[in-house]
């Protein structure tokens, strides 16, 4: 698969990241206590689908797994880092949880891959930091992804951001090229040295997504084959965008 996209689907992939953003915005300022995370996968499955686009995740099976993904959304709760299934055991949320939404839209037959955690209520300070924080490393992973730089710019924005806040980040969770399918080269892990792996060129696009946890980066894979939890059932936050990497300053797709 050709790393390097072309006009014709940056403009595709722009169109779908605007349509992305808008709903991964309208889902978020719907979570409130009492709601379930099937309704908010209803709810994506229906703002993606009225437009006429498709959801990426939704039949999609990975690399290593042994049944599709089920749903259109995945929605990992507090200890859940990624891949939550939000219809099978659907959990209701409570006041203070914090709750992860990640979306993959096929737009035209380009994908976009992008999500935010979210406060349900009031949340106490250390869930706010870490949201703050994992935020933060997405930022500085972002600013890192220039043409030019290296995979490894990238991990080292990250990995520096979640030591200044005393987290760990997800072990063996990471970024990924995307546009033509859900995942494609190159890795983009949330560690590194600068100037390290693969150069960043202009015309590749990549999904840039720190995972930062509360206590120990182990992670556990759960029973349904999906879902990754810490190790230690402490927090963990997941910010997610989809970059166009140009000459100089990258650009967001998805927002
Ligand atoms: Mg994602
Ligand atoms: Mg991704």
Do not use: W
Request: contains cysteine; glycine residues 10%; proline residues 5%.
């Amino acid at each position: 698969m050709a790393l390097i996209k072309t006009e014709k689907e940056i403009q595709l992939l722009r169109e779908g990241g605007k349509r992305h953003a808008f709903i991964l915005s309208e889902v978020s300022k719907a979570v409130r206590p009492g709601m379930s995370t099937l309704e908010i996968d209803e709810m994506v499955y229906r703002l993606i689908t009225e437009h006429g686009d498709k959801p990426s995740f939704l039949g999609y099976t990975p690399e290593g797994a042994d049944r599709p993904f089920p749903a259109s959304t995945c929605v990992s709760v507090n200890e859940d880092i990624i891949h939550g299934i939000p219809n099978e055991e659907p959990r209701i949320l409570k006041e203070g949880d914090i709750v992860s939404i990640d979306i993959g839209l096929i737009h035209k037959g380009m994908f976009t891959d992008s999500a935010v955690t979210v406060a349900v209520g009031k949340i106490d300070d250390a869930s706010q930091t870490l949201l703050r924080a994992t935020k933060e490393a997405l930022d500085a992973g972002i600013k890192a992804a220039k043409g030019g730089n290296h995979i490894g710019d990238i991990g080292y924005a990250v990995e520096k951001v979640a030591k200044k806040y005393h987290f760990s980040l997800a072990e063996d969770l990471a970024g990924h090229g995307v546009g033509n399918k859900v995942h494609e080269d190159p890795f983009v892990p949330n560690y590194g040295d600068r100037g390290d792996g693969p150069l960043l060129k202009p015309g590749m696009v990549l999904a840039i997504e720190p995972m930062l946890n509360q206590g120990t980066g182990k992670i556990v894979l759960k029973k349904d084959g999906y879902t990754y939890r810490t190790a230690d059932m402490k927090r963990s936050a997941h910010f997610e965008h989809t970059v166009l990497i140009t000459e100089g300053d990258p650009v967001i797709l998805t927002s």
